[in-house]
């Protein structure tokens, strides 16, 4: 991988956008009325509660963002406080988000929207979700009517993050809302997702094939989403938000076709359906994963490979859409900051590398700019370039965000 590219000072590309992201489910705090708050309130999940206080603290937490060299940020929109009933928007809850939005552009920060994340409302949930077959229909409307409110303050949108992700964890796994595992699941390994929550998933054959019927909708939702964004605004950047997982192998045969499936049932399935209707593609990228492989891997807290440099891997793998990429999110869990300095920086040397490659790589967004609720594993997992004591809500910033600071400013690594 690194052959002749490599070298000690890697310079990127002018106005290359560096940041980091959030999500509003796991940072706003005070949402009640979608439906991960319902299983929180039924004991299938942790409680999420006021969070890091983020809906109030916003204009803190940007300011700080921007004295730690940042020049773009990537949020989400809370799609039960916009939409709390069918048909029905918050006027107060859109005024908010554009406050936000302004916020960010007081900091000079980029915001890069996230349209849905994860989170549904309840009228949306409780009547099948996804599941539904009138659903691309719904999500279609609701992304509109967020550009029609926001996008004179924003030039970038995603309409959904990690589909793959909601999906199985929603019906393979049943860690997540709405909570449907498939029985086979427990003869294979699956990531740290909340295996404690495992046990209270109602089990089904069916629940692959509704699973698949879900990612079939999803990427209807996202084709539909586009088109209408484009009708009413066609400058709007549109992009998806892409988890890919690494997979690769030993030289065995059986392991290379394994992975060949692998990759492509978990990354190029959905993007095949989608990538027409992208202006560009948000990489999401955690995972690196070898068939075959008898290593003994460091670990971060959640469990998974250290292997920040095959973010290059996983840029290649996304390339081949030919379309401009960012990398959405990147990161670990790492309470103590003791390896994050060092994965930054190999994160921010493999996209260097893609880059010198070919790859039309606009921007890095660590994961995150706060620690935050880490879905079913509550807060337990520390992923923030500021730590948040969450009884007090102080902030703390750690000694790893300096040394991504210095990279921020120098736009690369120089050495």
Avoid at 214 to 232: D, G
Avoid at 244 to 249: D, G, N, T, Y
Avoid at 260 to 271: D, I, Q, S, V
Avoid at 393 to 410: F, G, L
Wanted: hydrophobic content about 35%; overall charge positive.
């Amino acid at each position: 991988m690194l052959g002749n590219n490599y070298r000690k000072t890697k310079i990127f590309p002018k106005d290359f956008y560096w940041g980091s992201g959030t999500s509003a489910y796991q940072v706003e705090g005070g949402i009640e009325n979608n439906d991960w708050s319902k299983a929180y309130r039924d004991g299938r999940v942790p409680v999420c509660g006021l969070a890091c206080d983020h809906y109030r603290r916003y204009e803190e937490d940007f300011a700080t963002a921007k004295t730690l060299g940042h020049n773009a940020h990537r949020l989400s929109v809370e799609w039960a406080r916009i939409e709390p009933e069918e048909g029905k928007y918050d006027q107060e809850a859109i005024m908010h988000y554009r406050q936000v939005l302004q916020s960010l552009h007081q900091q000079k920060l980029k915001p890069f929207v996230t349209i849905w994340h994860f989170t549904l409302p309840l009228w949306f949930s409780q009547s099948g979700g996804f599941e539904r077959a009138d659903s691309p229909e719904i999500f279609a409307r609701y992304c509109t009517n967020v550009v029609k409110e926001l996008g004179d303050l924003c030039g970038h949108f995603s309409t959904m993050n990690e589909p793959n992700v909601f999906g199985s964890n929603g019906w393979l796994r049943g860690t997540w809302p709405p909570f449907k595992r498939f029985a086979l699941t427990d003869m294979i390994s699956i990531t740290n997702s909340g295996r404690q929550y495992e046990a209270k998933a109602t089990k089904y054959l069916s629940s692959v094939f509704i699973y698949f019927r879900v990612m079939k909708n999803l990427a209807r939702a996202h084709n539909a989403a586009y088109k209408a964004i484009k009708k009413i605004s066609p400058q709007t950047e549109v992009s998806v938000v892409k988890h890919v997982i690494v997979f690769a192998s030993t030289y065995n045969p059986f392991y290379i076709i394994k992975a060949w499936a692998a990759n492509y049932f978990w990354t190029h399935k959905f993007m095949r359906r989608v990538y027409k209707h992208c202006d560009s593609i948000g990489l999401n990228y955690y995972f690196y994963t070898q068939f075959g492989d008898r290593r003994v891997w460091r670990k971060t807290d959640m469990d998974w490979n250290f292997a920040p440099d095959h973010i290059y891997d996983a840029l290649m793998m996304l390339s081949r859409y030919k379309k401009p990429l960012f990398v959405s999110e990147g990161g670990l869990a790492d309470t103590l900051d003791t390896g994050r300095s060092e994965y930054i920086t190999r994160q921010i040397e493999g996209v260097w590398l893609a880059i010198q490659a070919g790859v039309d790589v606009r921007g890095h967004l660590y994961w995150s700019l706060l620690d935050n609720y880490e879905w079913a594993l509550g807060f337990a997992k520390r992923f923030g370039l500021i730590e948040v004591n969450y009884e007090t809500q102080e902030r703390t910033i750690r000694p790893s965000a300096y040394v991504y600071k210095k990279i921020c400013e120098d736009n690369g690594i120089v050495e």
